[in-house]
């Protein structure tokens, strides 16, 4: 990609290029793209676990959900359009604070893609247990050990068609695509016309749990899960032709489809389900096709056979549509580690069709990974949804940086009210995290710190790695720490609501409902504009920027084109 300038000062490059990779992703191929991130297994599952918490209000979750997305979603259109580079969450915060705050972020992005496939299998595997039983024990919630020899050859199978070129592999996910969205509002018009208006006060009470089961449901029942993937277009930027035009316009299309179908889903789900399940409310349906598969249960159950065998096949595309391309996306996370210099530079390696090879191997290897310490789709839903909201949090923190540090820079797409849309994204983001409970946040931490464990000794043998820009993050570990303890005494326990045994709650409940989300969003907006004001100076900046800007600079330069 040509480099762009400007007139200010003797650091004029104000886009950085990537190695190896071929623009070939038009409008629908970056639409699809995240789409098909988007409705995976999280449609299959989510209806239900949300229903379980609070009732017909889950209905407002997944609209509060979408629009609580959409903020989100409009910082990383702005970004992915102006540096339009492959793993682009991974490499913003680089760009705009330094090595210190990008090992964070990056580490998460990183997380993120990589444990998704897995997740996306076990979903696979408990729908499939319908036709072969012995791949998952619904008893447990756990795959057995045929469905974790399974799981392994699918996860091959997602590395396996990523070797194609990515004009090939785009044609493959777009009809995957167009399945995964016709079949959803397919559902969703058959039982429209089974709905049933009582159903949303099933139990006694439309919002089971009130306002504070609402917000936790958001994460806990895996509803944040289900819209993660818009940024999917922003981890292929580099593969996406005309980016400025095409990139924005793909991650708002994909959300405001995602949030659409989701909703209606949610709507037809609570509406189409029999009277004689709900004498206890949604919480305490006990048919086991309802909770091993869904939407094909129900279907099963008000005598729509033909659609609940076209949603069984269907719980095989989705989830395999969405980890073929969080395969993808993972590959590309790791490439755009490797050009900020925190993995090993054999990671940016591309085939002759454009394809970071390397990072499709691991991305197949560290998700054997997850496989063995959670057994079960829920399992894993709160910690993925922490990690993919922390990596989420970056971007309206770069928003707001590059909008001080280059406003002469051009902005395809500029995010509307940025200087107070930033951020409330922020805000948003630390609510989400503190919603997931103190359960996944002191997780996370350990993750964060075995990252910057792997990440630093990765480094240690690079003499081009950055410096760690230490001034520019002094702001990160007290937004770690500051929401590790605020989550700590705060109302959210985050022990799973659908773990087997699940845990006694290790927060202390000391600060007030209400109260906590307020300690919230000041904690919130003191570390936003903290990071505002410490953020890298521009001529630094810049010069991040530059180190990426130069194919002939680069140790991978050697690659195919």
Same mark, same amino acid.
Request: with cysteine.
């Given at each position: 990609?040509?480099?762009?300038?400007?007139?200010?000062?003797?650091?004029?490059?104000?886009?950085?290029?990537?190695?190896?990779? *071929? +623009?070939?992703?038009?409008?629908?191929?970056?639409?699809?793209?995240?789409?098909?991130?988007?409705?995976?297994?999280?449609?299959?599952?989510?209806?239900?676990?949300?229903?379980?918490?609070?009732?017909?209000?889950?209905?407002?979750?997944?609209?509060?959900?979408?629009?609580?997305?959409?903020?989100?979603?409009?910082?990383?259109?702005?970004?992915?359009?102006?540096?339009?580079?492959?793993?682009?969450?991974?490499?913003?915060?680089?760009?705009?604070?330094?090595?210190?705050?990008?090992?964070?972020?990056?580490?998460?992005? @990183?997380?993120?893609?990589?444990?998704?496939?897995?997740?996306?299998?076990?979903?696979?595997?408990?729908?499939?247990?319908?036709?072969?039983?012995?791949?998952?024990?619904?008893?447990?919630?756990?795959?057995?050990?045929?469905?974790?020899?399974?799981?392994?050859?699918?996860?091959?199978?997602?590395?396996?068609?990523?070797?194609?070129?990515?004009?090939?592999?785009?044609?493959?996910?777009?009809?995957?695509?167009?399945?995964?969205?016709?079949?959803?509002?397919?559902?969703?018009?058959?039982?429209?016309?089974?709905?049933?208006?009582?159903?949303?006060?099933?139990?006694?009470?439309?919002?089971?749990?009130?306002?504070?089961?609402?917000?936790?449901?958001?994460?806990?029942?895996?509803?944040?899960?289900?819209?993660?993937?818009?940024?999917?277009?922003?981890?292929?930027?580099?593969?996406?032709?005309?980016?400025?035009?095409?990139?924005?316009?793909?991650?708002?299309?994909?959300?405001?489809?995602?949030?659409?179908?989701?909703?209606?889903?949610?709507?037809?789900?609570?509406?189409?389900?029999?009277?004689?399940?709900?004498? *206890?409310?949604?919480?305490?349906?006990?048919?086991?096709?309802?909770?091993?598969?869904?939407?094909?249960?129900?279907?099963?159950?008000?005598?729509?056979?033909?659609?609940?065998?076209?949603? +069984?096949?269907?719980?095989?595309?989705?989830?395999?549509?969405?980890?073929?391309?969080?395969?993808?996306?993972?590959?590309?996370?790791?490439?755009?580690?490797?050009?900020?210099? @925190?993995?090993?530079?054999?990671?940016?390696?591309?085939? *002759?069709?454009?394809?970071?090879?390397?990072?499709?191997?691991?991305?197949?290897?560290?998700?054997?990974?997850?496989?063995?310490?959670?057994?079960?789709?829920?399992?894993?839903?709160?910690?993925?949804?922490?990690?993919?909201?922390?990596? @989420?949090?970056?971007?309206?923190?770069?928003?707001?940086?590059? +909008?001080?540090?280059?406003?002469?820079?051009?902005?395809?797409?500029?995010?509307?009210?940025?200087?107070?849309?930033?951020?409330?994204?922020?805000?948003?983001?630390?609510?989400?995290?503190?919603?997931?409970?103190?359960?996944?946040?002191?997780?996370?931490?350990?993750?964060?710190?075995?990252? @910057?464990?792997?990440?630093?000794?990765?480094?240690?043998?690079?003499?081009?790695?950055?410096?760690?820009?230490?001034?520019?993050?002094?702001?990160?570990?007290?937004?770690?720490?500051?929401?590790?303890?605020?989550?700590?005494?705060?109302?959210?326990?985050?022990?799973?609501?659908?773990?087997?045994?699940?845990?006694?709650?290790?927060?202390?409940?000391?600060?007030?409902?209400?109260?906590?989300?307020?300690?919230?969003?000041?904690?919130?907006?003191?570390?936003?504009?903290?990071?505002?004001?410490?953020?890298?100076? +521009?001529?630094?900046?810049?010069?991040?920027?530059?180190?990426?800007?130069?194919?002939?600079?680069?140790?991978?330069?050697?690659?195919?084109?």
């Amino acid at each position: 990609m040509a480099t762009e300038t400007s007139g200010a000062g003797p650091a004029v490059v104000t886009r950085p290029t990537d190695v190896g990779l *071929k +623009r070939e992703l038009g409008l629908i191929g970056a639409t699809w793209a995240s789409e098909t991130s988007i409705i995976g297994s999280g449609w299959l599952f989510g209806a239900l676990f949300a229903a379980q918490a609070v009732g017909g209000a889950a209905v407002l979750a997944w609209a509060i959900a979408g629009v609580v997305v959409i903020v989100l979603a409009l910082c990383h259109a702005e970004l992915g359009a102006m540096y339009p580079v492959s793993g682009g969450t991974a490499r913003f915060p680089h760009f705009a604070f330094g090595s210190v705050a990008g090992i964070s972020f990056g580490f998460f992005s @990183y997380v993120q893609a990589v444990t998704i496939a897995p997740i996306e299998c076990f979903a696979f595997m408990q729908y499939a247990s319908y036709f072969w039983p012995g791949i998952y024990n619904p008893h447990t919630h756990v795959v057995t050990g045929a469905g974790f020899v399974l799981t392994i050859v699918l996860m091959a199978a997602f590395v396996a068609v990523n070797f194609l070129a990515m004009r090939i592999f785009a044609r493959v996910n777009n009809v995957i695509t167009w399945w995964k969205v016709a079949i959803p509002v397919l559902a969703i018009i058959v039982l429209l016309f089974k709905f049933h208006g009582g159903n949303f006060t099933a139990g006694g009470s439309f919002m089971p749990g009130g306002i504070k089961a609402l917000f936790g449901a958001l994460p806990a029942a895996g509803i944040i899960f289900a819209y993660s993937g818009f940024e999917q277009a922003d981890q292929l930027a580099g593969e996406i032709k005309n980016p400025g035009r095409n990139l924005p316009r793909a991650i708002i299309i994909s959300i405001l489809i995602g949030t659409a179908i989701y909703v209606l889903l949610q709507v037809a789900f609570v509406g189409a389900m029999p009277a004689d399940q709900l004498g *206890k409310g949604f919480a305490g349906i006990t048919n086991t096709d309802v909770l091993s598969g869904p939407f094909a249960g129900l279907a099963g159950l008000i005598g729509l056979g033909w659609l609940a065998w076209i949603l +069984r096949i269907d719980a095989f595309v989705s989830p395999t549509g969405t980890g073929l391309i969080y395969t993808t996306g993972t590959s590309r996370v790791s490439y755009g580690l490797a050009r900020n210099r @925190y993995y090993p530079q054999i990671f940016g390696k591309v085939s *002759k069709n454009g394809i970071p090879w390397v990072g499709l191997i691991f991305a197949f290897l560290i998700g054997l990974l997850f496989l063995l310490p959670f057994p079960s789709w829920h399992s894993l839903v709160g910690l993925i949804t922490g990690a993919s909201v922390l990596m @989420y949090a970056g971007a309206p923190l770069s928003v707001g940086a590059f +909008r001080g540090q280059v406003p002469e820079a051009s902005r395809p797409y500029r995010m509307p009210a940025a200087a107070v849309l930033a951020p409330a994204a922020f805000i948003v983001a630390d609510l989400l995290i503190y919603w997931s409970g103190f359960e996944v946040v002191w997780k996370l931490g350990i993750v964060l710190v075995l990252g @910057y464990v792997v990440i630093g000794a990765f480094m240690a043998f690079d003499p081009q790695r950055p410096p760690l820009d230490w001034k520019s993050a002094v702001w990160l570990p007290a937004w770690l720490i500051g929401l590790g303890i605020i989550s700590w005494q705060g109302q959210y326990s985050g022990a799973a609501s659908g773990d087997t045994h699940p845990l006694p709650p290790t927060n202390t409940f000391h600060i007030g409902f209400w109260y906590d989300m307020l300690v919230i969003a000041a904690f919130s907006l003191a570390i936003y504009y903290w990071a505002m004001w410490t953020k890298l100076p +521009r001529e630094e900046m810049l010069t991040l920027v530059n180190k990426q800007a130069s194919a002939g600079d680069d140790p991978m330069s050697d690659v195919h084109h």
